[in-house]
DNA sequence: GCGTAATCTAGAACGAGTTTCAGTATTCAA
DNA sequence: TTGAATACTGAAACTCGTTCTAGATTACGC
């Protein structure tokens, strides 16, 4: 959305999202930006991403970076859309059909981790942005629940054509509550690799088995 | 734990659990730093509480400030503490015994979000500083997480006096992280009231039902 | 091509968390 | 009671996110 500076003159951000179509240059930088940040935070994490080295290695003036991405936190989640939508299509690319619905999710949920696993300042920094945005930012947060509800949504139901349900939408939200919260904790040293697994094991009970006429009832 | 300055003086934090005795005045200075920061988090949220304030309204130096708690992080989540001590007592002289355990669960947690909602700025400044906290700050998070874990065992068993089992704790970490996440949604503006509620309901269908030996096998 | 509005650059400046330091007050063991 | 160790104070200094300014550059409708 534009805002205005103490001059009045327009300003807007470009963000995923923006209806400014980005001339060549200006995706170029964009994506400066976003390998610059990349970087920093796969080396030091959240605190060794810093605007003005940002700024530096991109190539860009501090104050252009900031037209870009309003705060260190927008900068970092835009960061994590960017890597979400690549894992996504890694995932999508390797489908894990055959297994029932409860496992697929599992599946999904640790191969993601996995991932995380190869980077975890870069993942530390990403999810540091994410659970302190504000609302200011809820939009892009937004986005990237977007993304991640619909990893989950595709790992649940085979075919991605079907409208999910209320009780499924609910449940998919209680599983990414605990996706997020549980790789914080392992990223602060509370919680080790088995019990993030344990914890999505748990949460993934909630997915219903899928209702075959063969066995109901069974304990 | 003791760090040490530049000229290798010793020194001690007096969080919670240190070992350090604390003299009447500096319980007292504890205090009164714990009950401005809560004033002016209760005022403006997070932002409203800066060190330099806190510091003079509680008749401290800012480097005592400082001794005290080692960060704004370390503060707030103290403050967290102190808060949820506060709750846990309510609740426990208000037991809502004779619901299922399930629904014991809800309603202490509903409870609990009541009671939030009644200091929103409290509660924000609070939990972003849980969610922003890295390692440095793990012990006292590890602390408030025991707490609530506490909290919701209660609710679970009647009984408080018996061991839970790892399947219980598995349950109830799920539980938090959940209960963690969907309040820092609604704090955030991205999630409803009854969005919060609606997850809680979901998560709690992880807590298994009393095995009366009555009904069992139905759907 | 030309003029103008929008964008970019370099760098200074501001604000709040954090650290440091010299000096004063308190504590506590002998 | 006294003297050393520890804690507290007041103030300055440092860092990094963020904002602001003045001047160059670029994009674009005519």
Redesign the pocket.
């Given at each position: 959305m534009p805002r205005t500076?103490?001059?009045g003159?327009?300003?807007?951000t470009?963000t995923k999202a923006a209806g400014?179509?980005l001339?060549?240059?200006?995706e170029a930088?964009r994506r400066r930006i976003l390998r610059a940040t990349t970087r920093l935070a796969a080396q030091g994490g959240y605190?060794a991403?810093?605007?003005?080295?940002v700024?530096e290695m991109s190539?860009?003036?501090?104050?252009?970076?900031?037209?870009?991405f309003?705060?260190?936190?927008?900068?970092l989640v835009a960061t994590m859309y960017d890597q979400l939508e690549q894992l996504g299509g890694q995932l999508r690319r390797k489908p894990n059909k055959g297994l029932p619905p409860r496992e697929r999710v599992v599946d999904t949920l640790l191969r993601a981790f996995r991932g995380m696993q190869r980077e975890p300042h870069l993942t530390e920094a990403m999810m540091r942005a994410m659970q302190f945005a504000d609302r200011s930012v809820s939009a892009e947060v937004d986005g990237v629940g977007r993304i991640t509800t619909q990893m989950i949504l595709e790992a649940m139901h085979e075919d991605a054509s079907t409208e999910p349900s209320a009780e499924e939408l609910a449940v998919v939200r209680v599983i990414t509550h605990t996706w997020h919260s549980s790789l914080i904790s392992w990223l602060n040293g509370r919680a080790s690799i088995a019990q993030v697994k344990l914890d999505i094991e748990t949460v993934a009970r909630l997915v219903p088995e899928p209702e075959d006429e063969a066995d109901a009832g069974t304990s």
């Open positions: 500076t103490t001059d003159r327009k300003m807007t470009y400014t179509p001339t060549e240059r200006q930088r605190d991403v810093q605007m003005r080295e700024a190539e860009v003036a501090l104050g252009t970076l900031y037209r870009y309003p705060s260190k936190v927008h900068l």
